[in-house]
């Protein structure tokens, strides 16, 4: 069997990052995980580097002769050289981290590459002929990318906005993280900030003489080109789609980036536009894949017991009550069927499908090919589909404010009631047994709410109207009981509420009685148990809350009625580890709950009145009540997907889902339709993940919004291989790269006994001897993760050699202590210029693990000090800010003691009794905007240093048909006078700024502002 590869005769479409030869003739460029050369002009692009992963970031030496690039072929991204006539590849950097190359020296011996093996983002330096790599610039949070070396003066332009190495294709962005175009030169150690604009300046170049260009958005909104000239900068492009990631020829004389996902270049003489033919031989072509049927998204059983029907990965399937005989039921390929539930007739399929994103319920015959027919069309999300107990209507939710019916037996559609959904979720829908009453959940007072609608009144009635989550409604069958989750003390938003069962009595009713029990048994007369009649009591209702069980919590209840019986299912986990519990419901000789075997937990039940099935995580099971037991259906379908079907239907509803989700009805002012069309044109050309990643993202990132983002991984993207390095906490000096600099505090070399010392020279590893002209951290690097390292080490001073035996830790757990090592030297400078009076305390984010910390020094070391600065500064966010701020804002209330002994006050940590400052900067974002914003709302601190960055959106996610996800900014904040604090982020009441070059030359004017006020004070 034979590939036919195919010829593009035009601009190819997707490549990344491209550069140019130092005569501007050549463009280099990365597409399809390989790197390819071709004319300037255009013509037939040449593979040069193909190797087993993927390499992208292509850069020709300023002499002409080298080709740099990223490949990750152990894992992750390491920078590789290469001769452009042809020689071996020779790998330069070692570690487990993100290496990505983003300029040469001049002099063509260096280059410099980009990594996250210290922070979040340095630049690092490493010699072509090897060696170890040198990091540029000192400081933890000195994140510099994009550097390039001016040939004439030495000097370095670089960025240091998160919006430029992470966000660079955000628009729109303005704020004090802005991106600007900053220069430090070494030998004169002088520092500048070439740009001010409040937006966005990226991309830094710079040709052999010297002359600087860049991209900003000033002009019109878009990306352009700008030429940096005596201090001016003049815009000599004025496009109106973005110019993204552009390369300079070391000449100047030519400027090629993306426009349009195409390659063009610029004649920086004549402005002169071109955009080459590139014609390519395209291994990259999409093609139908088998995939095994296996968890299905939805299940449902037919009225007649002998059918199933379920929707995977988009599709709609129906087999019988076993799994067996799977039929694919014909639905456009490029769509995703989600909701399935059966007509009564156990021939007519009801479903939920997108059409180019939203969802509406369409049906079809299982029983007639390509019978499909749209019942319900909305410009909105469809979910929740819920059928009756007779199978003749359906109740679901539609979009944010409507709870629909429809009956199967006309296909007409009814609005039962207008309540407020979150067009993301999911709701709780059961119908009463009699098919009399509906219950249902609905959002109030940003938690949910039960409500019952009467089908006979037509009337909706907030039953539980509380300011805490009830939700899960299920009838029992004779109506008088609800049964709910729900935790009565403490509320679901924002950190969430571990949930409980009860039961709720409808109205109040007498406890059975023995002797009509009694009686009963002198009567022939029988019932099924099925409700005849729902009456609600709504007065004191909170009153008849009983909880099922006492302890754990519990989730996803249900009632089944079958023959007389009515059996109570629920998970939960209140005998140490979570299953499903199953009991029936008696008056008399009720017996406790019991686990069901087989079946460990359950996300939906599934049932004819007659059969039980559960689905799960990992499967579809049948449920036998009596016995208490489940038994797995075996699935053993394949069934074709197309993938450029798939990366179309998820585009669409990525948009659509953002449509309707998103926090601004106005969209930032963006017309977010005319943006899909436009990003729709090149969904043609996407013909890998990475392509839709870039294409989606992009088009997300047109909204001007933080906390979003598509992720999508497939198998064909793993790496060869997975390298990993084998940190100590030894480090090493950046001059002389084997010579010891210091110990990181608490790292597995931390420890008393340890002979490393500063000066000590690294002689071997794990007894290789090493060699002080190789990369150091090439002796680090392991296929094999080895939890232990020996290391020989030479005394300074030539005073002898010695081994020890250290553990390792991972690259992540580096950063975290270099960290550490940042906020203990913060600490240690407040205690000694504040003679030990204050306290300094840093939350670097809001999550549980922070808040305990934090904690912890407030009732260990804070509680001794006369003041505190809390230090919320690049602080990356979480949902904690209620517990740190009503922490923050106790006072003493009352003194006591006991006898003669000391008095205390009450509580006896009292933060605002004394006074407290608050430092924030461009990088305190998310949740630490929402904690500054009330500390500056409540008056409980004054806050000093920069605007936060207006990054602060809650989110949700939205799962795509493949496991795709896309993340949902949802719920704006806004302060008490209605500002959008993702807009306006939260100001100071005292300004201070910090800068590159005070933290080079490790000043920190925003503390020493915090140390004067409260030493003032």
């Known amino acids: 069997m034979f590939a036919v590869a195919t010829l593009h005769a035009q601009s190819v479409y997707f490549a990344s990052k491209p550069s140019l030869s130092p005569d501007g003739t050549e463009i280099f460029f990365a597409w399809d995980g390989d790197i390819f050369r071709v004319p300037a002009e255009g013509g037939l692009a040449l593979k040069i580097v193909s190797m087993k992963g993927t390499e992208t970031a292509p850069l020709v030496s300023p002499d002409g002769t080298l080709l740099t690039f990223a490949a990750n072929e152990q894992g992750n991204y390491n920078?590789?050289?290469?001769?452009?006539?042809?020689?071996?590849?020779?790998?330069?950097?070692?570690?487990?981290?993100?290496?990505?190359?983003?300029?040469?020296?001049?002099?063509?011996k260096h280059i410099y590459f980009e990594s996250n093996r210290y922070n979040n983002v340095s630049v690092y330096s490493v010699p072509i002929t090897g060696g170890t790599p040198k990091r540029?610039?000192?400081?933890?949070?000195?994140?510099?990318?994009?550097?390039?070396?001016n040939p004439v003066t030495g000097t370095y332009y670089f960025i240091e906005s998160a919006e430029s190495y992470?966000?660079?294709?955000?628009?729109?962005?303005?704020?004090?993280?802005?991106?600007?175009?900053?220069?430090?030169?070494?030998?004169?150690?002088?520092?500048?900030?070439?740009?001010?604009?409040?937006g966005k300046d990226q991309w830094p170049m710079v040709d052999k003489n010297g002359t600087l260009y860049y991209v900003s958005d000033e002009d019109n909104g878009e990306d352009n080109l700008v030429k940096h000239a005596n201090n001016e900068r003049v815009f000599i492009t004025q496009y109106t789609e973005p110019v993204r990631y552009p390369s300079i020829s070391y000449d100047g004389s030519r400027i090629v980036f993306l426009k349009g996902y195409q390659i063009h270049w610029l004649d920086t003489k004549t402005g002169a536009l071109t955009k080459p033919e590139i014609a390519i031989v395209d291994t990259k072509k999409n093609v139908d894949i088998s995939v095994k049927v296996e968890t299905p998204s939805d299940a449902a059983v037919s009225a007649d017991g002998k059918k199933l029907a379920f929707s995977y990965r988009g599709m709609l399937f129906v087999s019988d009550d076993k799994g067996n005989f799977i039929q694919q039921i014909e639905t456009p390929a490029q769509e995703r069927v989600a909701e399935v539930v059966w007509g009564k007739d156990s021939k007519t399929l009801y479903y939920t499908r997108t059409n180019k994103g939203y969802y509406h319920i369409f049906k079809t015959r299982a029983d007639v090919p390509g019978a499909e027919t749209l019942v319900y069309e909305a410009p909105e999300k469809v979910r929740s589909l819920t059928l009756s107990p007779k199978g003749d209507r359906i109740a679901f939710v539609s979009g944010k404010r409507n709870l629909m019916l429809l009956d199967t037996e006309k296909d007409l559609i009814e609005k039962l009631a207008d309540q407020e959904f979150w067009g993301h979720q999911n709701y709780s829908i059961a119908f009463s047994h009699d098919q009399s009453h509906l219950a249902f959940t609905a959002m109030n007072l940003f938690e949910q709410d039960v409500y019952i609608y009467s089908f006979a009144t037509k009337e909706v009635t907030n039953l539980t109207n509380s300011a805490v989550s009830e939700s899960a409604p299920v009838f029992t069958p004779d109506g008088k009981n609800l049964y709910m989750l729900t935790n009565r003390m403490a509320p679901s938003y924002p950190g969430g509420a571990a949930m409980s069962l009860y039961k709720v009595a409808l109205q109040k009713s007498q406890k059975p009685l023995a002797t009509e029990a009694y009686e009963q048994l002198f009567q022939n007369k029988k019932t099924d148990g099925k409700d005849s009649l729902v009456v609600i009591d709504e007065k004191y209702l909170q009153r008849r809350f009983v909880r099922v069980v006492r302890t754990g919590s519990q989730s996803n209840p249900f009632i089944f009625n079958e023959k007389g019986k009515t059996w109570l299912l629920y998970g939960s986990n209140h005998e140490g580890t979570f299953g499903v519990y199953i009991q029936e419901l008696k008056?008399?000789?009720?017996?406790?709950?019991?686990?069901?075997?087989?079946?460990?937990?359950?996300?939906?039940y599934i049932t004819n009145g007659k059969d039980l099935f559960a689905l799960a995580m990992d499967g579809l099971y049948k449920i036998n009540p009596a016995a208490g037991s489940a038994t797995k259906i075996a699935l053993t379908a394949h069934a074709d997907k197309n993938i450029a079907h798939e990366f179309e239907q998820m585009f669409y509803e990525v948009w659509a889902t953002l449509e309707q989700n998103f926090y601004d009805h106005t969209f930032h002012g963006v017309d977010w339709k005319e943006k899909r069309d436009y990003y729709a044109q090149f969904l043609p050309y996407a013909q890998s993940r990475d392509d839709l990643r870039t294409l989606t993202n992009d088009m997300l990132n047109e909204l001007n919004s933080s906390h979003m983002g598509f992720n999508t991984r497939g198998t064909e993207e793993a790496a060869?291989?997975?390298?990993?390095?084998?940190?100590?906490?030894?480090?090493?000096?950046?001059?002389?790269?084997?010579?010891?600099?210091?110990?990181?505090?608490?790292?597995?070399?931390?420890?008393?006994?340890?002979?490393?010392?500063?000066?000590?020279?690294?002689?071997?590893?794990?007894?290789?001897?090493?060699?002080?002209?190789?990369?150091?951290?090439?002796?680090?690097?392991?296929?094999?993760?080895?939890?232990?390292?020996?290391?020989?080490?030479?005394?300074?001073?030539?005073?002898?050699?010695?081994?020890?035996?250290?553990?390792?830790?991972?690259?992540?757990?580096?950063?975290?202590?270099?960290?550490?090592?940042?906020?203990?030297?913060?600490?240690?400078?407040?205690?000694?210029?504040?003679?030990?009076?204050?306290?300094?305390?840093?939350?670097?984010?809001?999550?549980?693990?922070?808040?305990?910390?934090?904690?912890?020094?407030?009732?260990?070391?804070?509680?001794?000090?006369?003041?505190?600065?809390?230090?919320?500064?690049?602080?990356?966010?979480?949902?904690?800010?209620?517990?740190v701020i009503d922490f923050l804002s106790r006072k003493s209330h009352f003194h006591w003691k006991y006898?003669?002994?000391?008095?205390?006050?009450?509580?006896?940590v009292t933060p605002s009794d004394k006074?407290?400052?608050?430092?924030?900067?461009?990088?305190?974002?998310?949740?630490a905007e929402v904690t500054s914003n009330g500390i500056k709302e409540l008056s409980i601190a004054k806050l000093i240093g920069t605007e936060t960055y207006r990054w602060i959106i809650f989110?949700?996610?939205a799962s795509m048909v493949d496991g795709s996800s896309v993340r949902l900014p949802a719920w704006g904040c806004y302060s008490l006078d209605g500002k959008d604090l993702e807009l306006t982020g939260v100001a100071p009441d005292i300004s201070v700024r910090n800068t590159f070059e005070d933290r080079l030359k490790s000043r920190d004017p925003q503390l020493d502002r915090a140390l004067k006020e409260l030493l003032t004070d």
């Not at 430090?184 to 900030?193: D, G, L, R």
């Not at 009732?859 to 001794?864: C, K, L």
């Open 79 to 108: 920078v590789y050289v290469v001769p452009l006539a042809g020689g071996e590849v020779v790998q330069l950097t070692y570690n487990d981290a993100s290496d990505i190359p983003v300029s040469w020296s001049p002099d063509s």
């Open 587 to 604: 008056e008399w000789d009720q017996k406790p709950a019991k686990q069901i075997k087989g079946l460990r937990m359950a996300r939906k």
């Open 136 to 149: 540029l610039f000192p400081h933890y949070f000195n994140t510099v990318s994009s550097l390039v070396e």
């Open 720 to 883: 060869p291989g997975n390298n990993t390095t084998m940190a100590t906490g030894v480090l090493f000096r950046e001059d002389n790269p084997y010579v010891v600099d210091r110990v990181l505090t608490e790292t597995p070399a931390d420890f008393d006994s340890n002979p490393i010392k500063p000066g000590d020279r690294l002689v071997a590893v794990n007894g290789t001897e090493v060699d002080p002209n190789t990369n150091r951290e090439q002796y680090f690097l392991s296929a094999t993760p080895h939890k232990e390292v020996v290391l020989k080490f030479a005394k300074a001073g030539n005073q002898g050699q010695y081994d020890v035996k250290l553990h390792t830790i991972s690259t992540a757990g580096i950063r975290n202590f270099l960290y550490t090592e940042w906020e203990d030297a913060n600490r240690e400078y407040v205690e000694n210029v504040s003679k030990g009076t204050l306290a300094y305390v840093h939350m670097r984010d809001m999550s549980s693990r922070s808040l305990e910390n934090f904690l912890i020094d407030m009732h260990t070391y804070a509680a001794h000090k006369d003041g505190l600065i809390l230090d919320l500064r690049f602080n990356n966010g979480g949902n904690v800010h209620m517990e």
């Open 166 to 198: 992470r966000f660079a294709t955000r628009k729109g962005y303005k704020g004090e993280h802005n991106a600007n175009i900053l220069s430090w030169n070494p030998k004169t150690e002088e520092y500048k900030e070439l740009t001010s604009w409040i």
């Open 915 to 927: 006074p407290i400052v608050v430092l924030i900067n461009e990088r305190s974002l998310s949740d």
């Open 899 to 908: 006898r003669e002994g000391q008095v205390t006050t009450h509580p006896n």
């Open 955 to 957: 989110t949700s996610g």
